[in-house]
């Protein structure tokens, strides 16, 4: 349990109630307990506001007036939830220290706690206070950096780098062989070695069975701040600039430099070998084949409809150019007619 | 060898033919041989029913005429194939018992399975008969049940929650953290602590490298009877009613709700905080922007075609409201004139 | 290091300057060092030529004059640099022998390596020389052919063949069960058993988390040379043929036949039960609903454009149907009008 006035001593903000009020957890509006804080950031939940149980609501000044209960005011609710939630549930930390199943072909600090059945390999370097999870794979040379976490089962390819403070989840593949080939007179292809590496910055998420290559020649390279949800695909040698974000199932295709700050969506692709500038936020489902010049919200989605509306209407986009040939010819036709009557 | 009136006397059905035949497994029309069952579901296949050396054939009524060998008659037939085929070929069970390499940190039933190299962390819960394949990693306080079949690679987070008669299957990963994060003034962004678990129901059978993940406060919940194919992903606070069934590279973003009864197509995609009622069909490769509140099957892809008709036809996507005017202009000019002559 | 008068007796090719001159590596035209081999082959960095500090370059015999070091002069430098890397890069083989820690219930070859925590079921086949890398867990009779290279955690299922010289990346999944299920009179769903293989050619190349589903009576079949990249699905009963290759995030839904010498670009779909030609392009991000019957280049995807464009445009899609009817009622007016005056 904590007082909503040792919360406001340590994250800011105003304190409008009693501040001996003391909660044991975050929960939503609708749900939170009397031992509970909330938070209202997203208006469309502001309806919800009148009637929470909870014993405190982090909210932004406009909302102040509307709760029934001690509030925590402050101009970016979300963040301040973000904060709070973080100090409240610390990730669970296993013990430092080796289990005797994992098989470690290095030397690893003693903060480092390394689970059940790991494979660390030779030359790989591990920083202090790192959690490496059960069966995780860690080629030879390899490095993470202090106060990460690998979930179970991720795999790190030989010479790869991951930064400080890195979350990666359960499945995530990092360094596989980039997809390089080059075709033989028969038909065959052969392969290119993949020489390069990933190189991961700081302060890095990256999700579940989310896959990165490594380079081909140079590196594959993703920068501090950088957040991939799961399913991501990233090729070789493609760059993600700092603080950049991507959703669910989206993929970059090969040597493609996305630059600082963007947003691409979840199953948003991108082609290879592209420039996308800073601060892009590319939409969800949409397919980028050229490379984007300056910020912005950039969209190529279809709508859908019901299945019978879409057997007439996009049969049509197989026509698109002969319906603007005929526009055309109307407009020829009428201009002529005009100019006769 | 089972002769076909044990089939009758277990499955029901209507035997025409040889009662004491017996088989020894199932096959196509084409290629099933003299000691095997064969099916006809697809009228497609109904041209391959006459030159059929199947032992018998499995059909409905009005099939019956043309079939030249034993037949077992029922109304439907692939539910028919489907329950024999699984009476034929019985999942292979390893033997009970955990395997001296497992790390099992918890007490499991004496009728479990645990195979090479699992983790099964502290306070998790495993149901009777059921088996944990090679490489598993259990989290802490999770729970399988009983008759739940896990094969190799499966990674199940802390505190996560799967029914009984699960079929996981390998790579897939279940409680990853939610995406979630707030965006602090500098552009980094804060975690949001994803304290929520993933809950499955009984009879979920879960694809090969699909993620599931868990809730940011409240849970992601799927229902009992869902079939999820491979290398789906679901997001944080999803919901997925009972017997909804979704096939490979399908996505669901945070916070939707799928109603049950649903059919989501391969790599279709829908966004979050929306509402898919009861009894929606989304075709293959739709993208779902938009809630759907009435049962029907719903589509939005666009046809493919020669890569030079697609240039002279899809540019003229970057037009169409342009199209659109000119249609109304040329409407226009054309009433005027047709009121003066 | 290596002369290059003996990089072209091994390779072929006409050396143009000193044959003694020696490199110890492969770099880009522009990263090249004076002890390094670099190659022109997109005519897109035929800028780079003039300026770099490479020890030699690889090229075509139309680039011979612009080049100002020694070079190698072939008409397909592309495959003569993948060549040379390859022999002055090759893939680290860890020892031979069975790792303490694995698992294996069956025999392998001397020459065979099984890295930490890997799992062996009875009766698997591993052939000469290959190498299988840490927790992976290959299922009972499976078999896996001579000098292949299982990255660590890739999972291969009972009773599926890999051919020789395979490449497996890691968290690819080779077996797991296809996607096939009985709708019940409930509604609930019946499995059918998946009593099919997966059978893998030689010269197989396969990405990470990529998966690959055994079939549900006949097998899944994978052809000689084929290559494809991370995250890619193959449903159950798909046949690839030979030289097919396919980029990330492809899928290909059950029982469709691709031809040999496809290109299937990355995060294309195609649909179930459908039959592609040999030598057929798949454009990236298309949708293919329907067999295509010869070679070409297909396509089908649509532009982006700023989000405020696509507002406009994209609404049109509901109603190009009303759009078509609109022009045929303006054709009919106006020919009523031109016959009039």
């Given amino acids: 349990m904590v007082r909503l006035d040792e919360i406001v001593a340590r994250f800011g903000g105003d304190l409008v109630g009693d501040g001996s009020i003391a909660v044991r957890g975050i929960a939503t509006l609708e749900t939170a307990g009397a031992d509970q804080l909330s938070f209202l950031s997203n208006p469309k939940y502001q309806g919800q506001l009148g009637a929470t149980s909870a014993a405190a609501v982090i909210l932004a000044p406009e909302a102040t007036a509307a709760c029934p209960v001690a ?42 706690s390394v689970g059940p059945n790991v494979w660390i390999g030779a030359g790989a370097g591990i920083g202090e206070n790192t959690v490496i999870g059960a069966g995780c794979a860690i080629g030879p040379g390899a490095e ?21 403070r890195a979350i990666i989840h359960s499945g995530a593949v990092i360094g596989a062989d980039g997809f390089g080939f080059a075709r033989d ?21 990256i999700g579940a069975n989310t896959t990165i290559d490594r380079g081909a020649l140079a590196d594959t390279v993703i920068g501090d701040g950088v957040k991939l949800d799961n399913q991501i695909q ?12 991507m959703a669910g199932c989206a993929a970059i295709a090969g040597s493609t430099r996305v630059g600082a700050g963007c947003a691409i969506g979840g199953a948003a692709n991108i082609i290879g070998h592209l420039e996308i500038a800073d601060g892009v936020q590319v939409s969800a489902g949409t397919f ?9 919200v ?21 026509h698109l150019d002969a319906m603007a040939d005929k526009i055309r010819a109307l407009e020829q ?9």
């Avoid at 402050?74 to 289990?99: E, F, K, M």
């Fill in 71 to 112: 509030a925590i005011v402050t101009p970016q609710p979300y963040l301040y939830y973000a904060r709070v939630a973080q100090w409240l549930n610390p990730p669970p930390r296993p013990a430092a220290g080796i289990h005797p199943s994992a098989v470690v072909e290095t030397e690893v600090p003693a903060s480092v």
């Fill in 333 to 341: 036709r009428l201009a002529e007619l005009e100019k006769r009557t």
């Fill in 234 to 245: 990233i090729a070789h040698n493609v760059q993600i600039g700092a603080r950049t974000i």
């Fill in 185 to 205: 007179r028969d038909g065959s292809w052969v392969k290119i070695p993949q020489t390069g590496r990933v190189v991961v910055g700081d302060d890095v998420e």
């Fill in 288 to 296: 980028v084949a050229k490379s984007i010049t300056r910020p912005g």
């Fill in 144 to 164: 993470i950096g202090g106060d990460s976490l690998l979930h179970p089962n991720v795999t790190v390819a030989a010479g790869c780098r991951i930064g400080a």
């Fill in 298 to 318: 950039f969209t190529g989605t279809v709508p859908f409809m019901s299945h019978e509306e879409w057997l007439k209407n996009f049969a049509r986009l197989r």
